[in-house]
């Protein structure tokens, strides 16, 4: 019988490499729903064009914190008149310790919306059913692609490369 032993302790070098992540907080920054033609959009029969716009952009607030906000716009229109708009700014404060420049892009551009999306997606759901419209149920997001896209971007137009904040 043979005995082997695994060593689980991570050396430095891992450790270093890896940063230490943590959620400070996530709350709304701003919250709107607008329905502008009720009650005559009620009459109609409920076949809705949807637009969905999502933004987010990142702020440092300390040394290694940021402020992410995640915005997503809705404007919902039923025969060319719109139903309602909703926009929600669903905010977080993250600490990212001992990240490097290349491991702290994607985890603020990416990793950070993601965590929001589901609490945002939440919030837009319920202005839709208390604005007496059916829910909205938002399809899922891939952050990652998002933000790779982005960066490609950022990279084949430098110039606007600084000008830009948002991802």
């Given at each position: 019988?043979?005995?082997?032993?695994?060593?689980?302790?991570?050396?430095?070098?891992?450790?270093?490499?890896?940063?230490?992540?943590?959620?400070?907080?996530?709350?709304?920054?701003?919250?709107?729903?607008?329905?502008?033609?009720?009650?005559?959009?009620?009459?109609?029969?409920?076949?809705?064009?949807?637009?969905?716009?999502?933004?987010?952009?990142?702020?440092?607030?300390?040394?290694?914190?940021?402020?992410?906000?995640?915005?997503?716009?809705?404007?919902?229109?039923?025969?060319?008149?719109?139903?309602?708009?909703?926009e929600v700014q669903q905010a977080g404060i993250f600490s990212v310790h001992g990240a490097t420049n290349e491991q702290l892009g994607?985890?603020?551009?990416?990793?950070?919306?993601?965590?929001?999306?589901?609490?945002?997606?939440?919030?837009?759901?319920?202005?839709?059913?208390?604005?007496?419209?059916?829910?909205?149920?938002?399809?899922?997001?891939?952050?990652?692609?998002?933000?790779?896209?982005?960066?490609?971007?950022?990279?084949?137009?430098?110039?606007?490369?600084?000008?830009?904040?948002?991802?």
């Amino acid at each position: 019988m043979t005995e082997s032993t695994t060593n689980t302790k991570p050396n430095s070098a891992d450790t270093e490499a890896q940063p230490n992540f943590v959620i400070q907080r996530i709350y709304i920054k701003d919250i709107s729903f607008e329905a502008p033609n009720t009650p005559q959009v009620f009459l109609d029969e409920w076949k809705p064009q949807m637009e969905v716009e999502i933004q987010n952009r990142s702020l440092q607030i300390g040394t290694d914190t940021h402020e992410v906000v995640l915005r997503i716009a809705v404007t919902t229109k039923i025969n060319d008149k719109v139903a309602f708009l909703i926009e929600v700014q669903q905010a977080g404060i993250f600490s990212v310790h001992g990240a490097t420049n290349e491991q702290l892009g994607p985890i603020i551009g990416s990793y950070c919306p993601s965590i929001l999306f589901p609490y945002a997606r939440e919030a837009i759901a319920s202005l839709s059913m208390n604005g007496g419209f059916p829910p909205i149920h938002l399809a899922p997001v891939n952050f990652d692609a998002a933000y790779h896209q982005h960066m490609q971007q950022v990279a084949n137009n430098p110039t606007t490369a600084a000008e830009e904040t948002q991802h």
